[in-house]
């Protein structure tokens, strides 16, 4: 990483630019919670005997990262008008597990602020022109490299939205460490591309590195939070909703930990007294318990016991009803802090309401899911776009690159199946002369497409729905 850090830094400041250290802390920072590490600071300690514990952690970022990108997943990508195009995209998005990997960058936004994807050309060749200098690429084809938010380096940001951006990552190739920076700059209106690749010793290797110009179609894509950024430092970059909650997460991992301490010592103990135990006596003469008395009884060392110390039992309390209420003050707190009221995260009748189950019903989270689904479409758009352009450029086809495009995302989060079910009933109802209402119904509720529920109404005289009951 430092490496990485080292060569790249460099490079970009002999170019005028430079790399933006308070943000990247504070992504790393977000990026261990969202990873379940153990922070330094707060989660490894020491008890009141002077022993090094470490506190036991619930990894309740990530799942606040993971509902929230449940809330902006697909169901389909298309040209809104009929087009040539569709093939094209549905090959693209499937060769490059876009379903996947979306979903992946959909909670690394959450949890980071921002996440990055720019297209290239894979297995392609560069010829140089030994007299005019210009290369012309051969062949390769069409791909999508996905960047997390430590990886992206924004250079130029206007009206908040950036558009000259580098991106960088080291990695292992045939045993060997290799540093990759790929820098997209405008000239002219137009894009350039500069790929520069760095040894392990962070020298550049000329040999693997070029420039290639581009187009007035933006290459690359980035999709940050919608919520503004309200931290200092971090021009162009999304706001890591993390960041503003890690003190309810290590308020939720005090409370896991008390409720885990309680129950590792929830034990019920009892105490013996030796006499009353038949205690057996080693060579030593010294009274010991044997193995199947050990599962049971605690060994009392009296030998004249008072009644009251033949026997004791020692249970101790599991402050069960004390803990839940730590647990609904901060999980109450979070859903806040996160964006979704104050009931995203309660306990009711003894279980943990999700957002699944509490947006369906209260819809707090509608404002957030309309801001964030139009930053996703736009990154989706960008990405699609660009990857246009390079087929029209080095496959020789038209197609067209600003194409609106309908995308389609998944309301099974948000929609109560209940009330919508219902509205639709009391629409076929209400107008029985629209026998597609009816259909539409029969076919949403009992999960069958509308061809089938046509033959339905065909072949049967007999109500086949609860319309009329």
């Known amino acids: 990483m430092e490496k990485r850090k080292d060569c790249v830094k ?8 430079s790399i933006n250290g308070k943000a990247l802390e504070i992504i790393k920072l977000c990026d261990d919670w969202y990873s379940n590490r153990a922070i330094d600071d707060f989660h490894c300690r020491k008890n009141l005997n002077d022993k090094e514990i470490e506190l036991n952690r619930m990894n309740f970022a990530k799942r606040c990262c993971a509902d929230d990108a449940n809330l902006c997943e697909i169901v ?29 960058q959909l909670e690394k936004t959450s949890a980071a602020g921002m996440v990055g994807a720019y297209i290239y050309l894979q297995g392609a060749k560069y010829l140089k022109n030994p007299i005019t200098k210009k290369i ?44 990759a920076l790929v820098i ?27 420039i290639i110009q581009l187009g007035d179609v933006k290459p690359f894509a980035i999709m940050t939070n919608a919520e503004v950024n309200n931290l200092d ?66 060994l009392l060392g009296e030998k004249l016991p008072k009644e009251d110390s033949i026997i004791k039992e020692y249970n101790p309390e599991i402050r069960v009803e004390q803990i839940t209420k730590a ?3 901060v999980l109450s707190l979070l859903s806040m802090q996160f964006g979704y009221g ?30 964030q689904r139009r930053q996703a479409a736009a990154y989706i758009e960008d990405i699609i776009h660009a990857a246009m352009w390079f087929s029209n450029q080095f496959s020789g086809t038209s197609y067209n690159v600003e194409e609106a495009l309908s995308i389609e995302f998944d309301d099974s989060y948000v929609e109560d199946k209940k009330s919508k079910l219902e509205a639709m009933r009391a629409d076929a109802l209400s107008f029985m002369d629209v026998p597609i209402l009816k259909e539409m119904y029969l076919s949403e509720k009992y999960n069958v497409p509308m061809e089938e529920v046509k033959k339905w109404i065909q072949n049967t005289d007999e109500p086949v729905d ?4």
């Open 233 to 298: 430092n971090m021009d162009g970059y999304g706001l890591p909703k993390i960041y503003n909650s890690i003190p309810l997460f290590k308020a939720l991992d005090l409370c896991y930990s008390i409720l885990y301490g309680d129950l590792d010592k929830g034990q019920k103990l009892v105490f013996i007294n030796e006499l009353l135990a038949c205690i057996q006596k080693d060579k030593q003469g010294n009274p010991y318990l044997t193995p199947q008395q050990k599962e049971l009884f605690v």
């Open 136 to 179: 012309k690429v051969k062949g390769g084809s069409i791909r999508i490299n996905y960047c997390d938010a430590d990886c992206i380096i924004p250079l130029t940001v206007e009206n908040g939205l950036v558009t000259e951006c580098a991106f960088s990552a080291t990695n292992t190739v045939k045993g060997a460490e290799k540093t």
């Open 184 to 210: 997209f700059t405008l000239e002219d209106g137009r894009y350039k591309a500069e790929t520069v690749i760095f040894d392990e010793k962070g020298q550049k290797v000329d040999a693997e590195s070029s």
């Open 10 to 17: 460099v490079y970009l400041e002999k170019l005028g630019y």
């Open 342 to 371: 104050t009931k995203h995260y309660t306990f009711e009748n003894g279980k943990i309401t999700t957002a699944t189950e509490y947006i369906g019903t209260k819809q707090d989270a509608m404002q957030e899911l309309n801001k």
């Open 76 to 104: 389909s990508v298309a040209p809104e008008k009929e087009s040539a195009s569709q093939e094209f995209i549905d090959k693209l998005l499937s060769s490059n597990r876009f379903d996947v990997r979306y979903r992946e």
């Open 327 to 329: 647990f609904e003050l």
């Open 466 to 469: 609860d319309l009329e009951d």
